[in-house]
């Protein structure tokens, strides 16, 4: 129980595209999700956390124009990378929690995005 | 703010020795802490956790005890097989909220 998928899981995409990353609950009902980004030998940084059907809060320094995320329902959240950028590319982690205290999170296999 | 200092890795180990990998904290009050463990293609996965001061989480021969006074949760395990080469994350979650803030991650490699 408690998987989370996320599609795709790797994307190459061109400098100045949009690129969405889907991040699915797929065996519960998920209150909050969260997204990360990881870049190689580094900690998982937390970008935003999201409640489903109200806007998300992001972390510090995090240009929410550039990182969209919409949490349409409560298995489903997404990530829009708009007008990307190489040093966009990372590894983006996602993750949902149900549940109270101490709301234990369950991790997505993570999305590889890397802009050419 | 807070955060979590792990060991750096890769911590290369023979199968059935014994392993450690630090890890000590920084944050107020009293946090939860967790070790998450993400095994290669795989996301990240609860290994055990301790909400409380001298509790001690355990799961799959893995150990680790909340030590308030050291503010360490050093994760241990007794005999490591080659099915344990991972990375491993340290954790912390402050009482009331839903975020983590993680540790860098240590990889473990067991030879046979």
């Known amino acids: 129980g408690a998987v989370v998928s996320q599609h795709p899981s790797w994307v190459i995409c061109k400098s100045g595209t949009s690129v969405k990353i889907e991040c699915r609950s797929l065996d519960f009902q998920a209150t909050t999700m969260f997204w990360y980004r990881q870049f190689p030998k580094q900690s998982l940084m937390l970008m935003a956390t999201?409640?489903?059907?109200?806007?998300?809060?992001?972390e510090q320094g995090v240009e929410k124009d550039k990182f969209l995320i919409n949490h349409a329902s409560l298995t489903l959240s997404t990530l829009t990378v708009t007008s990307a950028h190489p040093e966009d590319s990372s590894f983006y982690i996602c993750?949902?929690?149900?549940?109270?205290?101490?709301?234990?999170?369950?991790f997505g296999p993570g999305t590889r995005l890397t802009v050419t | 703010g807070d955060s979590v200092t792990q060991m750096e890795g890769p911590v290369t180990l023979s199968e059935e020795a014994f392993l450690t990998i630090n890890c000590t904290y920084t944050a107020t009050g009293y946090p939860s802490l967790f070790w998450y463990v993400q095994y290669p293609g795989e996301g990240l996965q609860l290994l055990l956790k301790?909400?409380?001061?001298?509790d001690k989480g355990s799961n799959k021969g893995f150990e680790a005890t909340y030590r308030k006074e050291t503010t360490s949760f050093h994760l241990e395990k007794g005999s490591v097989q080659v099915s344990d080469s991972a990375v491993y994350f340290c954790a912390l979650k402050a009482t009331g909220y839903s975020t983590l803030t993680f540790g860098k991650g240590t990889m473990l490699l067991v030879s046979p």
């Open positions: 301790a909400t409380k001061a001298d």
């Open positions: 993750s949902a929690s149900v549940g109270a205290d101490p709301y234990e999170q369950y």
């Open positions: 999201s409640n489903e059907g109200s806007k998300a809060t992001y």
